[in-house]
């Protein structure tokens, strides 16, 4: 039997991000994403430079030529971004991960490198088909980590394999037949790194229409606090026969010239994110002097901007006249007293360290749990210093710590959990968040319940968060 794809790709900058880092392509034959590295002006150079590259494979292929020519344009791609690094002696990062399913009727030729993920619904059961190439996930299969402490683990982003342009590219490639029926979705971390898999194989299972279905996942990431850019593609294993198929493809993330106006959920994170989407989404850069280049490459030139008017200036005030008598009445010269110099070098060993010690405790975070019992983002260390904390409230969340697994409920009581930054707080508690929303879809699930929570005896003060 013939089959044929229905399908749907949408990406999303998520709420922290400045920037869409990410890329996707759905069409007739072809499907992918990837999720650039090495910051905006890096990450989406690297993703976009994929995408364009692996989108000349959606046309026809014999069943034994997809491996081949998916190798080949994987190679292309990274020896593409090796050509654009700015700076090849440079430790900046500039990469992508790649994840890309190649179709001739059933037979599909599956590409993957990094942490992006492919994973299909058939008869009803939903399971992943790729492996992500992480130290994470090496350490897992080794059995050291479990799954669940992955989603907390401080290395989960770091990536074993990715197209960076600096080393041989060793992708994942193996052959896969579909069956009429499946569903497959492909996926950014900005998805499957804060939804979990019970949910996101709920919505492939219950929502028909492909679209619907990446609005959905799409919304989903966002109200787990959207950490990171998400990107998916879904697509139906359908009789071309039994419906009208539209052929067009589809450019996501990016790789594509204008982006979707974008709904923020109803979350005290997206409304803040909502307060500062800019009405236009073209985005600019300082290019060579005396003009500026757009995202698209055209030079505006500073001439076509009206001109700046000045106010006039005070006139220049007449030089003072030399008067004879300066000369008998030469300046003492300006001296420096012994003491002030001591004084000043004392103070300096006194406050140049104080300043140094003052602004690494402004750059630490971690999560705990307030008074009220809500998992909060602390700025600075869990101590005090002659009756002053030196640790301010950050983010109050809402979450409650009553809402997550007992595991973590005791964690979070009895510890706390650091982080490297306020954004890496920030995917801590998005991660935290979805597990307390799983947790409360499995009726199996061991929770805390609110009887259990030991309040402070009478007279005694609640206890501040403890250091990890």
């Not at 869990?382 to 301010?392: H, K, M, N, P, Q």
Request: charged share 25%.
């Amino acid at each position: 039997m013939t089959l044929a794809l229905r399908y749907a790709a949408y990406s999303d900058v998520g709420l922290l991000r400045e920037g869409n880092e990410d890329s996707g392509y759905a069409g007739p034959r072809l499907l992918a994403v990837a999720d650039g590295l090495g910051g905006h002006k890096h990450g989406e150079v690297a993703s976009s430079i994929a995408i364009t590259t692996l989108s000349s494979l959606d046309r026809d292929f014999a069943p034994d030529e997809l491996i081949g020519a998916l190798h080949d344009a994987i190679f292309q791609a990274n020896a593409v971004v090796q050509d654009n690094i700015p700076d090849p002696t440079a430790t900046d990062t500039m990469g992508t991960t790649l994840t890309a399913l190649l179709w001739s009727g059933a037979q599909v030729a599956v590409g993957h490198v990094g942490d992006s993920r492919a994973y299909m619904m058939r008869n009803g059961e939903f399971q992943q088909i790729t492996h992500d190439h992480t130290l994470i996930q090496t350490l897992i299969d080794e059995g050291k980590i479990t799954p669940e402490e992955a989603a907390t683990h401080p290395q989960r982003s770091l990536l074993l394999r990715a197209l960076d342009g600096r080393s041989e590219v060793e992708p994942d490639l193996w052959m896969h037949e579909a069956v009429l029926g499946d569903r497959y979705l492909l996926c950014s971390d900005g998805l499957h790194g804060v939804v979990s898999a019970d949910t996101m194989a709920e919505v492939l299972r219950t929502v028909p229409d492909p679209v619907e279905v990446t609005r959905r996942l799409v919304d989903l990431a966002n109200r787990g606090g959207g950490p990171d850019n998400i990107t998916c593609v879904v697509s139906d294993v359908v009789d071309p026969r039994a419906e009208q198929l539209r052929t067009a493809p589809e450019f996501v993330g990016a790789v594509a010239n204008s982006q979707p106006e974008r709904v923020m959920p109803d979350t005290p994170a997206g409304r803040a994110a909502g307060l500062g989407q800019a009405p236009e989404t073209e985005m600019f850069e300082r290019g060579e002097f005396g003009g500026l280049q757009s995202g698209g490459g055209a030079r505006t030139d500073t001439a076509e901007f009206p001109p700046l008017i000045l106010e006039a200036a005070d006139p220049p005030r007449p030089p003072r006249p030399v008067d004879d008598d300066d000369d008998e009445l030469p300046r003492r010269p300006r001296r420096f007293p012994i003491m002030t110099l001591v004084l000043l070098v004392f103070v300096a060993l006194l406050v140049v360290p104080a300043y140094f010690a003052w602004d690494y405790i402004q750059n630490q975070y971690y999560i705990g749990v307030n008074p009220e019992g809500q998992v909060t983002i602390y700025r600075g260390m869990d101590e005090e210093v002659l009756g002053y904390a030196l640790y301010t409230e950050a983010e109050v969340t809402d979450l409650e710590v009553t809402a997550l697994p007992r595991t973590q409920h005791d964690r979070l009581t009895s510890s706390t959990i650091g982080a490297a930054s306020l954004a890496d707080a920030q995917e801590r508690v998005a991660a935290l968040t979805a597990e307390a929303e799983e947790c409360a879809q499995n009726p199996n699930c061991d929770r805390v319940e609110p009887a259990e929570e030991q309040g402070p005896a009478s007279g005694e003060q609640d206890p501040e968060p403890q250091a990890s």
